[in-house]
């Protein structure tokens, strides 16, 4: 990748509908050469998808949770289910494995209280669970989907 793949990639992810002509003007490259590097980005991963990004008022998931999760359990098949139990909850938009005291943490999206709370019991009747704990968002203060580029390993021959 070189400093034209970085140009392509900051333009998409603040704007995947752009269209090609439009990106490669700003990149300052044809169309067809633009066309393959974004066809290369998708084919080698870089580019996962692309998406819509909804408001949550708009689809009633006004109120975010991080739930920090501890289990006694470490083992790989547990690890397996749990992750299979996530799975079926679309209200959990974020999962990770973390390090130090908690073991995991959700990122949960739900209309109001009372359906996290449904959410919470569903949750602990599909799995066994040592503690959870929640804290749930006053404010959104910064949010972004865009991933930071100037850490990216660029090719010293091209572009």
């Given at each position: 990748?070189?400093?034209?793949?970085?140009?392509?990639?900051?333009l998409l992810q603040e704007d995947s509908t752009l269209a090609v002509a439009e990106?490669?003007?700003?990149?300052?490259?044809?169309?067809?050469?633009?066309?393959?590097?974004?066809?290369?980005?998708?084919?080698?991963?870089v580019i996962r998808r692309r998406v819509a990004l909804l408001d949550p008022v708009?689809?009633?998931t006004r109120v975010t949770a991080f739930v920090s999760i501890r289990t006694n359990?470490?083992?790989?098949?547990?690890?397996?289910?749990?992750?299979?139990?996530?799975?079926?909850?679309?209200?959990?938009?974020?999962?990770?494995?973390?390090?130090?005291?908690?073991?995991?943490?959700?990122?949960?999206?739900?209309?109001?209280?009372?359906?996290?709370?449904?959410?919470?019991?569903?949750?602990?009747?599909?799995?066994?669970?040592?503690?959870?704990?929640?804290?749930?968002?006053?404010?959104?203060?910064?949010?972004?989907?865009?991933?930071?580029?100037?850490?990216?390993?660029?090719?010293?021959?091209?572009?």
């Amino acid at each position: 990748m070189d400093r034209l793949d970085r140009k392509i990639l900051r333009l998409l992810q603040e704007d995947s509908t752009l269209a090609v002509a439009e990106v490669a003007k700003k990149v300052g490259l044809s169309t067809t050469p633009c066309w393959r590097r974004i066809q290369k980005l998708e084919e080698d991963g870089v580019i996962r998808r692309r998406v819509a990004l909804l408001d949550p008022v708009a689809v009633n998931t006004r109120v975010t949770a991080f739930v920090s999760i501890r289990t006694n359990s470490h083992s790989q098949e547990w690890l397996k289910r749990f992750s299979e139990v996530i799975a079926d909850f679309p209200e959990v938009i974020e999962f990770y494995r973390m390090s130090g005291d908690v073991d995991y943490l959700l990122r949960v999206v739900v209309p109001d209280i009372a359906a996290y709370d449904a959410f919470y019991k569903r949750l602990i009747g599909k799995i066994e669970i040592r503690d959870v704990s929640s804290a749930f968002a006053m404010e959104q203060i910064k949010y972004t989907t865009e991933l930071p580029l100037d850490y990216m390993v660029l090719s010293k021959d091209s572009g």
